[in-house]
């Protein structure tokens, strides 16, 4: 079977590559093993370049770059499908243990006019307005349905087994037969190394969520980023992460990570202890022995990498879709993605 494109991975990264694709006028194909296994289903959805305290480097300017085009790009989506993706700018506060310094700090009086009822441990912290969050749930279900909409064609429960390959890839080799394109996208997450030898690794988290009682009036209006990160929904859900494990594929929730993760957010904000528990989930994040993604140009002239994006998959799917169409459409480099290029690794 020949495709014009063909994108290995169905997630977030996989389908925003794709709907850019196919809104300048591309023949696109995912083939995706399973919608929801990845990433983008165990995220909370922080949109915080600021919070993650991230240094100035092209990945903040990157960052930075996608959480501005974040906006525009959900209205987009929402548009074509009539659906909400959960996106509220409600800034991120960062409350810390310890005093500290800079010019975004607060003292834990000014700290409490944010939001009252943290932990008597906080002393202070940062307040950072132009982080938001998106539900990233969601936002996966929108960005399928804006693919569809568009055209783009989405097969599911194939496995690739292997590239078929000499100095450039003539196909995949799959359960379901073989498939031929003139360009393939490698998006496959934390399971890239099962088709190419890249340093992209499984790190898995575990995370919870609690439901508060009352949806109408919510008593968390922003995300709460410390030891535990907590993330209120608009629907009165809350979500608390996320462990950070080096321990391959182990599927799975464990007493200890999730005694970890209450713990630490009922000393942040001591009223979720009062929450009723609504689920417990893990999934893998993309890693990279130096956290940054692998973007871009790969060994082979008609293979493109998108993945290893770890922690900032869902912040950065706008400016990876846009970034990556555009190198897969031109064949031009691009200088925002050359501190991501895999040679870094060699």
Not at 158 to 169: H, K, S, V
Request: proline share 6%.
């Amino acid at each position: 079977m020949r495709r014009e494109i063909l994108i290995i991975g169905g997630g977030i990264i996989g389908l925003a590559i794709a709907i850019e694709l196919k809104s300048q006028g591309a023949a696109v194909t995912i083939l995706c093993r399973d919608f929801a296994e990845g990433a983008t289903h165990a995220a909370a959805g922080m949109l915080a370049p600021e919070a993650e305290e991230i240094p100035p480097s092209p990945m903040l300017d990157f960052c930075l770059a996608s959480r501005a085009l974040y906006p525009e790009w959900i209205q987009k989506l929402e548009a074509l499908t009539g659906m909400n993706a959960g996106y509220w700018d409600c800034g991120i506060l960062a409350p810390r243990y310890q005093v500290s310094e800079g010019s975004q700090w607060l003292d834990r009086a000014a700290l409490l006019t944010h939001q009252s009822e943290l932990g008597e441990d906080v002393v202070g912290g940062y307040w950072f307005a132009k982080d938001a969050q998106v539900d990233n749930r969601a936002l996966a279900k929108v960005l399928w349905m804006a693919a569809t909409a568009l055209g783009v064609e989405i097969r599911t429960e194939i496995n690739i087994e292997r590239f078929a390959f000499d100095t450039n890839i003539h196909a995949l080799e799959t359960n379901q037969g073989r498939w031929k394109a003139d360009h393939y996208i490698l998006a496959t997450g934390a399971w890239s190394q099962e088709l190419l030898p890249i340093p992209v690794f499984p790190r898995k988290g575990q995370m919870l969520s609690v439901q508060v009682p009352d949806a109408v009036n919510l008593p968390l209006r922003q995300v709460l980023f410390g030891e535990a990160y907590i993330v209120p929904r608009q629907d009165g859900r809350i979500i608390v992460g996320a462990t950070s494990e080096n321990v391959g594929f182990q599927v799975g929730n464990t007493a200890i990570g999730i005694h970890t993760l209450l713990s630490n957010a009922i000393r942040l904000y001591p009223p979720i202890q009062h929450f009723a528990l609504q689920e417990i989930w893990s999934g893998f994040r993309p890693a990279t022995p130096d956290e940054l993604p692998i973007l871009g140009e790969s060994p082979y002239e008609n293979l493109t990498l998108a993945t290893g994006h770890y922690r900032n998959g869902i912040l950065l799917a706008p400016v990876t879709g846009s970034a990556i169409a555009q190198y897969v459409l031109t064949q031009k480099a691009d200088p925002q993605l050359e501190a991501f290029h895999y040679s870094r690794f060699s």
